[in-house]
């Protein structure tokens, strides 16, 4: 069903039916009304090319378009951050350039979202090159050190010697004591928490990945901008994108979904590698802080470079997905499933936690028993002399 040829003044050019007018199809909604009139002016006198574009009222093409619209109830936002507006570039901007309707705004948004993406994942790599670089394999070298002096001077047949370790300067016995891999219980309780949170990041990429591959595909002969229609009677979306055509669906996977896995997944083992090779407890909390604000950056980037509106129109605009079957029994059986499905990612994280811990290759063959054992007398004389609520501790001034 053809849209009417209109002069494009905004910089959101979703499609949304012309109201009161079922059979002419779908218009630009974020026009001017001077300009949603002289749209319909010209609708009578729409050229063949128009016809051919979008579909004739009556093909079988649209009405498979027509259902997917009406079945299209399921909304959920686009993250709006940089992949969000790469996401935003493919199925709004792309179909314009492709018919050369692209306005201005359009382009220039087009062009700033690449190079911002472009910087982001540039940002993004040389972090994971220098994060293993410059922070874990340093930081694997100096634990090794550590733990190779104390081998040395501190066993006696491959046994701690208590007496042996009580000799060792105190420094060493500070660093041998304060290794993460010392700490089993509570590095593991810092771990679990790194895991966990690039856990959510796989899961949110995942469910986002689903949604869209699962989208029908945008009928043949279609024009590409229909991919996202206007919500007109819902003030949460602004846009929803109620299909895609295969094309669309290639360029998210190759430059989002897939990019996205490798990142978390890579950043994931560096992390927890950097995090056991920690040699003192309160570097242990810091660096697990400081991975937590590399895994925001893509946040960060878009919200300060970012035009307040764009981040307006990025979170206006929301992912379609077709109505399920509402049965009661099919409901209960989602449900339970959901939560298999949790149980599941929670049994996994810990498991990963321990394996990250029995094969960990910071250490290898660390004697955490012995270890620990040592440092349990030498921990229990490192508190404050003077403790909360006594008064005679110092001469009064």
């Not at 982001?120 to 394999?137: E, H, P």
């Not at 810092?190 to 690039?198: P, S």
């Not at 059986?333 to 949790?342: E, G, M, N, R």
């Amino acid at each position: 069903m053809p849209r009417p040829v209109m002069p494009v003044a905004s910089s959101r050019e979703f499609v949304r039916e012309v109201p009161g007018e079922t059979d002419r199809g779908y218009a630009y909604t974020s026009l001017p009304k001077e300009s949603q009139r002289a749209g319909e002016e010209l609708y009578s006198q729409r050229t063949e090319e128009d016809e051919e574009g979008l579909g004739s009222a009556n093909s079988p093409a649209m009405a498979e378009y027509n259902e997917i619209v009406k079945n299209a109830t399921v909304c959920d936002d686009i993250a709006a951050d940089c992949w969000g507006a790469l996401f935003y570039v493919v199925v709004n901007d792309f179909p314009d350039i492709k018919h050369g309707r692209i306005s201005g705004s359009g382009k220039f948004r087009f062009v700033f979202s690449i190079v911002v993406f472009t910087i982001n994942l540039f940002i993004q790599a040389m972090l994971l090159w220098f994060i293993g670089k410059l922070l874990m394999l340093p930081g694997m070298l100096s634990a090794q050190d550590v733990y190779k002096y104390f081998t040395e001077e501190a066993f006696t047949d491959q046994v701690v010697d208590h007496h042996r370790f009580e000799h060792l300067p105190i420094r060493y016995k500070d660093k041998v004591c304060g290794l993460a891999l010392s700490q089993a219980v509570f590095a593991r309780v810092v771990i679990f928490l790194w895991i966990a949170t690039n856990v959510l990041e796989l899961k949110s990429n995942h469910y986002k990945m689903s949604q869209t591959l699962n989208l029908p595909t945008l009928p043949e002969g279609l024009d590409l901008r229909l991919m996202v229609k206007d919500c007109a009677d819902s003030d949460e979306h602004g846009g929803r994108v109620v299909c895609l055509n295969p094309g669309s669906k290639e360029l998210l996977m190759a430059f989002i979904f897939i990019p996205k896995f490798v990142i978390c997944l890579f950043l994931t083992t560096t992390g927890c590698l950097w995090l056991l090779s920690t040699e003192s407890i309160g570097d242990l909390i810091l660096n697990s802080l400081a991975l937590a604000f590399v895994v925001q950056v893509d946040e960060l980037i878009a919200q300060v470079f970012f035009p307040v509106a764009y981040l307006e129109d990025l979170g206006r605009l929301g992912i379609a997905s077709q109505r399920q079957d509402e049965d009661p029994e099919v409901v209960e059986a989602k449900v339970i499933k959901s939560f298999c499905w949790s149980a599941c990612t929670l049994v996994l994280t810990a498991s990963i936690v321990e394996l990250a811990f029995r094969f960990q290759p910071v250490l290898p063959n660390f004697n955490g028993d012995q270890v620990s054992a040592a440092c349990l007398e030498y921990i229990k004389t490192k508190v404050p002399w003077c403790m909360p609520g006594r008064s005679d501790c110092f001469p009064e001034s």
